[in-house]
């Protein structure tokens, strides 16, 4: 089956420290993964994705994941945590069963400390 | 803000009853995604359109039902009600079919609360 597993449901940082948010994934073929973040009251906004190509992604407000291949990974990273990164990320992963959907995983709720 | 919007954004009903939920998708995009969001189950994908047409379907009850229509804006008809159904439900849409590597774009959820 195909799956997705954030292990953490909660990660604690202290601003100005480097956050990582970690996720594994288990699929057939080739994984499209994506992280996706959601403040309180409001709706996912996608932060980045992988598709293919160069291991470390870059996305939206400084932060960047790293795909590995053999460690089936994908972890969210930035190298330095603001008090208003505190939210609920959410990993996924693009699979086909017959058709395209979304497999979330259940998600993260970073709290970075002032 | 994603472009996608969803209405209401709050409901209260009884058990029972029966609710309808709008999504308007960002222009230009042909897919709509419904997720429901519970505190014990995490964020679950119901169903998805393309175009009009059912495409995929998740872990949506019988008792719950979606269409799209001619203008693309989709709704979610919740019927029979009951508590376990109070949730955040997300809409959200991509440009496409939704094909590998397709962002989905999400609207602010509508939340519905039985009671």
């Known amino acids: 089956a195909q799956s997705v597993a954030q292990p953490e449901d909660q990660v604690n940082v202290a601003e100005g420290n480097p956050l990582t948010v970690k996720c594994t994934y288990s699929?057939?073929?080739?994984?499209?993964l994506f992280w996706y973040v959601q403040y309180p009251n409001r709706g996912l906004q996608f932060l980045l994705k992988y598709i293919t190509g160069d291991n470390l992604v870059k996305g939206s407000y400084g932060f960047e994941a790293e795909f590995n291949k053999s460690q089936t990974s994908f972890h969210l990273k930035k190298p330095s945590a603001l008090v208003s990164d505190s939210a609920l990320y959410f990993c996924a992963v693009s699979t086909w069963s017959g058709t395209y959907k979304y497999i979330f995983g259940t998600g993260t709720r970073l709290k970075v400390l002032a | 803000d994603s472009g996608v919007t969803q209405t209401p954004k709050h409901l209260i009903t009884a058990t029972g009853q029966r609710v309808t939920l709008r999504c308007s998708p960002r222009s230009g995009d042909l897919s709509v995604y419904w997720y429901q969001q519970s505190l014990d189950q995490g964020l679950q994908f119901l169903i998805h359109?393309?175009?009009?047409?059912?495409?995929a379907k998740g872990n949506i009850l019988e008792r719950f039902s979606a269409q799209q229509f001619p203008d693309l804006h989709s709704e979610l008809n919740l019927s029979s009600l009951e508590l376990g159904d109070s949730a955040l439900y997300f809409c959200?849409?991509?440009?496409?079919?939704?094909?590998?590597?397709?962002?989905?774009?999400f609207g602010p959820g509508t939340r519905l609360l039985v009671l």
């Open positions: 359109y393309y175009n009009g047409e059912e495409r």
């Open positions: 959200a849409s991509s440009a496409g079919q939704g094909a590998r590597g397709e962002t989905q774009y």
């Open positions: 699929v057939s073929g080739n994984p499209y």
